[in-house]
């Protein structure tokens, strides 16, 4: 299904009160039917929009979205161009804002929650969809595991956003990245709720600065998007959130925190817990699944969702794929596959690893840090490494262009501070071939943690996306074995 309206450029214009137009060179009474950054897909009445990137200016594609059928441009600069042009500061902000009003604003007719936060976004967003979805609501999820971005470029998330109103969608749980927001892919966009689930280390080879990153995430808590904030008491940033959103009377929040639940019990495959009076248990194993769960049912909760919706939506959730995802053949030791690639999660989910198997019994851990993404954080997944695993294989995850030992090494520096024995770690940038180590020396009633890559069916090396799913090679590796 395809969303396709047709309006005159300059109604359009002065409906978009958000922009500030510094130059219109040409017509302003132009048809305008839809409107992208990309000009592969730009079609006929099409507005293309010329976003000045890291590596690619779109200014130098005017001429090809001009062949392409586009009746006008959205530039920061006047191109030697035929068609119309329209002139802003900032491309990005208002080809958010124009792309909602072409799309008739479609965030305003639905309930989209936004979720952000280093840790929990992909599995929290499932929870609150499901309970949603028992609550009544036809509900739908935009995230990591939806399109090639976690949050969509602004031009493609209105499309998306007024094709969901358009099928009778009434609630979309959106991840709402630190990219997105710092890139402005969300301008434009009105939240019924935003969530904050935590802070970790990630994404400093794009944000420089842990404070840029919490600066990124916080702009989500204002009352251009929404008046309604979900946030986590129990991280450090998310009391710094509280403290900002309660200065301001007009903005209402809710908080959560571990303390909210008792009773509480985990193992590998469910965790159940009491909250506010209420049993809640689900499909999804590991204690760190707990703070997602409350996340969500406090979300649910301020929306208007009963208790009763709120345990059976939870119950009713399906594991997430590649998030603490059991694989089993019926060995006789336990894997977990799991998407945990900064230093806190990693640790969280070898806690989980702990707190299932007996005291005899051993945590294995296979892992490896992203090429081309922060090195800082490098080390520090080896020190929780060694310090949380009782065996641990260093190997290749998404190199993409840097040399997989550097990166092996930059982990080796935090591990071998708190390694005492040096046989502890092994290092084999194969990864098939240090998963199918790992199951060698597992014995009975460890576990295994393949950690990183979660859901991800490619592993980049180079220029080169080649097939690798951590689920399908380690199913095959125990066929093989059992």
Not at 445 to 471: W, Y
């Amino acid at each position: 299904m395809s969303v396709r309206l047709e309006r005159q450029l300059d109604e359009l214009l002065a409906s978009t009160s958000e922009v500030a137009i510094t130059q219109i060179i040409g017509s302003a009474t132009v048809k305008v039917s839809s409107i992208t950054h990309d000009s592969s897909k730009v079609s006929s009445g099409a507005i293309f929009c010329c976003i000045v990137g890291e590596n690619v200016d779109g200014h130098d594609f005017a001429k090809v979205a001009e062949a392409n059928g586009a009746v006008a441009l959205l530039v920061e600069r006047r191109i030697e161009i035929g068609i119309t042009q329209v002139v802003v500061s900032d491309v990005r902000s208002a080809m958010g804002f124009l792309a909602a009003e072409l799309f008739n604003r479609p965030s305003q007719k639905l309930n989209v929650i936004g979720i952000t936060g280093t840790n929990g976004k992909t599995t929290t967003a499932h929870m609150l969809a499901a309970i949603l979805h028992q609550h009544g609501w036809s509900t739908s999820v935009i995230g990591t595991l939806t399109g090639a971005r976690t949050t969509p470029e602004s031009t493609d998330l209105q499309q998306l956003l007024a094709q969901e109103l358009d099928r009778g969608c009434q609630a979309v749980v959106m991840e709402v990245s630190s990219h997105a927001l710092t890139l402005r892919r969300v301008e434009g966009t009105s939240f019924k709720a935003a969530l904050f689930t935590n802070l970790g280390q990630d994404h400093l080879d794009f944000h420089k600065s842990t404070e840029d990153y919490f600066g990124a995430k916080a702009g989500l808590f204002t009352k251009q998007f929404t008046n309604t904030c979900i946030i986590n008491r129990d991280d450090v940033h998310g009391s710094l959130l509280i403290d900002s959103v309660a200065k301001d009377k007009l903005m209402q929040y809710e908080s959560f925190g571990v303390e909210d639940a008792r009773e509480i019990h985990a193992d590998a495959t469910k965790v159940s817990f009491v909250w506010r009076d209420q049993k809640f248990e689900i499909q999804m194993g590991g204690q760190f699944n707990l703070m997602n769960a409350l996340a969500a049912a406090t979300a649910a909760a301020k929306l208007g969702v009963t208790l009763g919706d709120i345990a059976k939506g939870l119950a009713a959730a399906s594991a997430v794929p590649g998030r603490f995802e059991s694989v089993s053949v019926g060995q006789s030791f336990s894997v977990v596959v799991d998407y945990a690639h900064t230093p806190e999660a990693l640790q969280n989910v070898l806690i989980a690893a702990r707190q299932i198997v007996s005291s005899n019994d051993r945590v294995i851990l296979v892992f490896g840090c992203g090429g081309g993404r922060d090195h800082l954080k490098r080390p520090k997944m080896g020190a929780v490494a060694v310090r949380f695993a009782d065996l641990v294989y260093i190997t290749s995850d998404n190199p993409r262009h840097e040399d997989a030992l550097t990166i092996a090494n930059e982990i080796l520096q935090g591990a071998s501070k708190d390694l005492n024995d040096s046989s502890k770690v092994t290092v084999d940038l194969d990864r098939r071939h240090a998963i199918a180590a790992a199951f060698v020396s597992a014995k009975p009633g460890d576990i295994v943690i393949i950690a990183g890559k979660g859901h991800e069916a490619t592993q980049t090396i180079g220029a080169n996306e080649l097939p690798f799913s951590d689920v399908e090679v380690s199913r095959e590796l125990l066929r093989v074995a059992s």
